[in-house]
């Protein structure tokens, strides 16, 4: 046990956040005290509640000092907490743990030598001491202990202004949080890459934030604890008018129910107005008329300027009287057909931000459109063992499927998409939602919900052949709450199934980890990235239902 807890401490501190299944799986196991009190501690850093997370370090700390290693991972801890609640004490914890430095356990060191460079990094920047030294070169040693250097520094690279070593100071974290994997460094750094090369490649820029938040989708469940990255990417869009920007407004808007509250950064309040705006855009495919407005008569009028009524009524293939009636406002209703084909008929460049909304909306609908005529050429080409992957994967890859489910019936659709092409291509023409989910099967989709997708797609090519289709069938036949149980764990069975160095014996699933001969521990880990008991109570009696 002894050895275990170490191994996992230190897998903590190595992926952070990524490990919870292990701290789940921790606090379960019979534990010395001071060891149950740490492990709690965790918990309620991740969930950012400080001031609990440092009452339970204070009761472990008192346990815990002939457990040098233990003891010194504990005043680590209490220092960052202290820093986040703004208390100075801090400044004196960090003195002791510096000049007893080289006394300190080699596994408490690596988790504490970042925390000490980026104080005192800090401190030489506001002029309080000489630059930094350090006293060893082993950290660079330790990948996860070198991603936080990096952040550091990178942080006062911008502090000083010399972005563009912060720049690549990121990009380096980045590719070495990427090799561990540790996403909160992966994130972080492409995120802040991303923002400080917006406004000198912005095209550059727009790749590196489409990165951050592909593997936001691939590494997160709950992706509104990293809503930053969409807020980034959302200014990016902005700036270069990405007519992509719309599914990130989409995304933002169904996100934002799940944010906290109140409490400054990351929450409702803080980003209030991005929602806000965002909401007021949001592509509506089931309007057929809108309100025929100032803004909207003006921009038609913009159309053919110093252009007379019949010339105006030729370009937008709109009869005289009617166009009349529409620019005089006689007209109070336009039809979305009118808009449409005003939109075929003139090759313009959209501007999501500031056009007005029923052309947004309409030429969002004729693009999906377009794309749909062309991947419907493609839909006979794919074998159908890979349709059944690629539809399956892209339905799970799609977040508060809630909001979608007046748009089709999803056993029937798959049946159709699977046994009848011809039927499918009917009734998907016929709906604009089905046209926008088969343009996300059979080509890119956001790229978070593509890093959602790509797990889905390599979980079911583990499968046996005609396991998949047992497992696909069971899937189809469940109601949406447990579907969405199996989603995250599929998804999270791929992110975990790596080496980690340590094993756990819970003994359950056994049938189905031989039925669909998948690995034990990524299964286990992957049952115990939910946190609610219920909650995995309910996703093991769905999965052990499969193999009855």
């Given at each position: 046990?002894?050895?275990?807890?170490?191994?996992?401490s230190?897998?903590?501190?190595?992926?952070?956040?990524?490990?919870?299944?292990?701290?789940?799986?921790?606090?379960?196991?019979?534990?010395?005290k001071e060891?149950?009190?740490?492990?709690?501690?965790?918990?309620?850093?991740?969930?950012?509640d400080?001031?609990?997370?440092?009452?339970?370090?204070?009761?472990?700390?008192?346990?815990?000092?002939?457990n040098?290693?233990?003891?010194?991972?504990?005043?680590?801890?209490k220092?960052?907490?202290?820093?986040?609640?703004?208390?100075?004490?801090?400044?004196?914890?960090?003195?002791?743990?510096?000049?007893?430095?080289?006394?300190?356990?080699?596994?408490?060191?690596?988790?504490i030598?970042?925390?000490?460079?980026?104080?005192?990094?800090?401190?030489?920047?506001?002029?309080?001491?000489?630059?930094?030294?350090?006293?060893?070169?082993?950290?660079?040693?330790?990948?996860?202990?070198?991603?936080?250097?990096?952040?550091?520094?990178?942080?006062?690279?911008?502090m000083?202004?010399?972005?563009?070593?912060?720049?690549?100071?990121?990009?380096?974290?980045?590719?070495?949080?990427?090799?561990?994997?540790?996403?909160?460094?992966i994130?972080?750094?492409?995120?802040?890459a991303?923002?400080?090369?917006?406004?000198?490649?912005?095209?550059f820029s727009?790749?590196?934030s489409?990165?951050?938040?592909?593997?936001?989708?691939?590494?997160?469940?709950?992706?509104?604890?990293?809503?930053?990255?969409?807020?980034?990417?959302?200014?990016?869009?902005?700036?270069?008018?990405?007519?992509d920007?719309?599914?990130?407004?989409?995304?933002?808007?169904?996100?934002?129910?799940?944010?906290?509250?109140?409490?400054?950064?990351?929450t409702?309040?803080?980003?209030?107005?991005?929602f806000?705006?965002?909401?007021?855009?949001?592509?509506?495919?089931?309007?057929?008329?809108?309100?025929?407005?100032?803004?909207?008569?003006?921009?038609?009028?913009?159309?053919?300027?110093?252009?007379?009524?019949?010339?105006?009524?030729?370009?937008?293939?709109?009869?005289?009287?009617?166009?009349?009636?529409?620019l005089?406002?006689?007209?109070?209703?336009?039809?979305?057909?009118?808009?449409?084909?005003?939109?075929?008929r003139?090759?313009?460049?959209?501007?999501?931000?500031?056009?007005?909304?029923?052309?947004?909306?309409?030429?969002?609908?004729?693009?999906?459109?377009?794309?749909f005529?062309?991947?419907?050429?493609?839909?006979?080409?794919?074998?159908?063992?890979?349709?059944?992957?690629l539809?399956?994967?892209?339905?799970?890859?799609?977040?508060?499927?809630?909001?979608?489910?007046?748009?089709?019936?999803?056993?029937?659709?798959?049946?159709?998409?699977?046994?009848?092409?011809?039927?499918?291509?009917?009734?998907?023409?016929?709906n604009?939602?089905?046209m926008w989910?088969?343009?996300?099967?059979?080509?890119?989709?956001?790229p978070?919900l593509?890093?959602?997708?790509?797990?889905?797609?390599?979980?079911?090519?583990?499968?046996?052949?005609?396991?998949?289709?047992?497992?696909?069938n069971y899937?189809?036949?469940?109601?949406?709450?447990?579907r969405?149980?199996?989603?995250?764990?599929?998804?999270?069975y791929?992110?975990?199934?790596?080496?980690w160095?340590?094993?756990?014996?819970?003994?359950?699933?056994?049938?189905?980890?031989?039925?669909?001969?998948?690995?034990?521990l990524?299964?286990?880990?992957?049952?115990?990235?939910?946190?609610?008991?219920?909650?995995?109570?309910?996703?093991?009696?769905?999965?052990?239902?499969?193999?009855?």
């Amino acid at each position: 046990m002894y050895k275990k807890v170490h191994t996992i401490s230190y897998i903590l501190f190595k992926y952070g956040n990524f490990s919870k299944p292990f701290l789940n799986l921790m606090l379960e196991e019979k534990l010395p005290k001071e060891w149950y009190y740490y492990f709690v501690a965790q918990r309620y850093k991740w969930s950012q509640d400080y001031e609990l997370a440092l009452q339970y370090v204070e009761k472990a700390l008192k346990l815990s000092k002939d457990n040098l290693t233990l003891y010194y991972i504990l005043l680590s801890d209490k220092v960052n907490f202290l820093r986040f609640l703004k208390d100075k004490n801090a400044e004196f914890i960090l003195e002791d743990i510096r000049k007893n430095f080289s006394k300190i356990p080699i596994l408490a060191r690596k988790i504490i030598a970042p925390i000490l460079y980026d104080y005192y990094l800090k401190r030489s920047y506001e002029g309080r001491s000489a630059k930094i030294r350090f006293w060893s070169k082993e950290y660079l040693k330790d990948p996860s202990t070198y991603v936080f250097i990096l952040w550091n520094r990178a942080n006062m690279e911008v502090m000083e202004n010399n972005i563009r070593s912060a720049i690549r100071l990121y990009f380096e974290g980045a590719k070495t949080a990427l090799k561990i994997p540790h996403p909160t460094g992966i994130l972080s750094n492409l995120n802040n890459a991303s923002w400080y090369l917006k406004d000198i490649h912005p095209c550059f820029s727009l790749n590196i934030s489409k990165k951050a938040c592909y593997y936001l989708g691939c590494f997160r469940e709950d992706m509104e604890g990293r809503f930053y990255i969409l807020d980034t990417l959302f200014e990016i869009q902005k700036i270069v008018r990405d007519e992509d920007i719309w599914e990130t407004a989409e995304i933002i808007c169904l996100l934002y129910d799940d944010l906290p509250e109140k409490g400054g950064w990351g929450t409702k309040e803080h980003y209030k107005s991005l929602f806000e705006f965002c909401n007021t855009k949001r592509i509506n495919f089931d309007i057929s008329s809108y309100e025929n407005t100032k803004e909207l008569r003006e921009y038609l009028i913009n159309i053919g300027k110093d252009k007379k009524l019949y010339e105006l009524s030729d370009i937008l293939g709109i009869s005289k009287p009617n166009l009349s009636k529409i620019l005089k406002g006689w007209t109070f209703k336009v039809r979305s057909e009118t808009i449409r084909n005003i939109l075929e008929r003139i090759d313009l460049k959209v501007d999501y931000m500031n056009d007005p909304y029923p052309i947004v909306n309409e030429y969002v609908k004729l693009k999906i459109t377009k794309e749909f005529l062309q991947n419907k050429k493609k839909l006979n080409k794919i074998s159908k063992e890979e349709r059944k992957i690629l539809f399956i994967s892209t339905y799970m890859s799609l977040i508060k499927r809630n909001d979608y489910k007046g748009n089709f019936n999803l056993k029937e659709l798959y049946s159709l998409f699977i046994n009848d092409i011809d039927l499918f291509i009917q009734k998907a023409e016929k709906n604009m939602f089905i046209m926008w989910f088969t343009n996300k099967i059979i080509g890119k989709s956001h790229p978070l919900l593509e890093g959602r997708k790509d797990l889905a797609v390599k979980f079911f090519n583990i499968l046996p052949l005609k396991k998949r289709d047992k497992f696909i069938n069971y899937y189809l036949n469940l109601n949406e709450k447990d579907r969405i149980l199996i989603d995250e764990f599929i998804r999270n069975y791929v992110r975990y199934d790596r080496k980690w160095g340590v094993s756990f014996s819970k003994g359950i699933l056994k049938n189905f980890i031989q039925e669909f001969r998948l690995k034990p521990l990524p299964t286990l880990l992957s049952v115990y990235s939910l946190d609610k008991k219920s909650e995995r109570k309910r996703l093991v009696n769905n999965l052990d239902k499969i193999v009855l």
